[in-house]
């Protein structure tokens, strides 16, 4: 028998569809903790904290945690062979970007692990290509009958950004 990981609440059913995140946080989180990780920011948020550039080729693995008497943490990263001298010149300003990112004096020092970065963690946005007035007009269109403005202003951007990536793929 399976044991239920995530159980919501009558209110939460009665308000409709959850956010993903608030459902995944519950689940992850003692499996993160194990690894190090108490807060999942590190890993939602490593592109915006190293650079584009860099996150494709370097991935957090463990954060170790400081004592008392030597505060700030390790970070153990996975670095790819071809792009480790560089990440490697560039820790000074990764240690600042993370702490800034973090708050406090989070890391005070990275160790380097080579290998290969699998493919999940090489993340990259695609670059989506701008509407056509014709094709925003349309999205206007379906959206119009939609009388709360917060709303329909969502449903637009939501509705532009699907018509984006349909139009990458």
Not at 9 to 14: E, I, L, Y
Not at 60 to 85: C, D, E, F, I, N
Not at 112 to 136: I, M, Y
Not at 145 to 155: F, P, S, T
Request: aromatic share 4%; with cysteine.
């Amino acid at each position: 028998m399976s044991k239920r990981l995530y159980k919501a609440s009558k209110a939460q059913k009665k308000l409709g569809p959850m956010r993903l995140d608030r459902m995944v946080r519950p689940i992850a989180k003692p499996m993160l903790k194990k690894f190090g990780f108490q807060e999942l920011h590190l890993f939602e948020h490593w592109q915006e904290i190293v650079g584009t550039d860099l996150s494709s080729d370097c991935v957090p693995l463990k954060y170790a945690r400081g004592t008392a008497r030597q505060p700030g943490g390790t970070l153990l990263m996975r670095v790819s062979g071809h792009r480790a001298l560089e990440v490697q010149h560039s820790l000074p300003q990764i240690i600042d970007r993370i702490n800034r990112f973090l708050g406090g004096a989070a890391v005070n020092r990275i160790r380097l692990v080579q290998g290969p970065v699998d493919q999940e963690s090489r993340h990259r946005p695609h670059r989506l290509q701008p509407l056509t007035p014709h094709q925003k007009q349309a999205v206007i269109d379906q959206t119009k009958d939609i009388e709360n403005d917060g709303l329909q202003r969502a449903m637009q951007r939501f509705g532009e950004r699907v018509r984006q990536k349909q139009g990458a793929e």
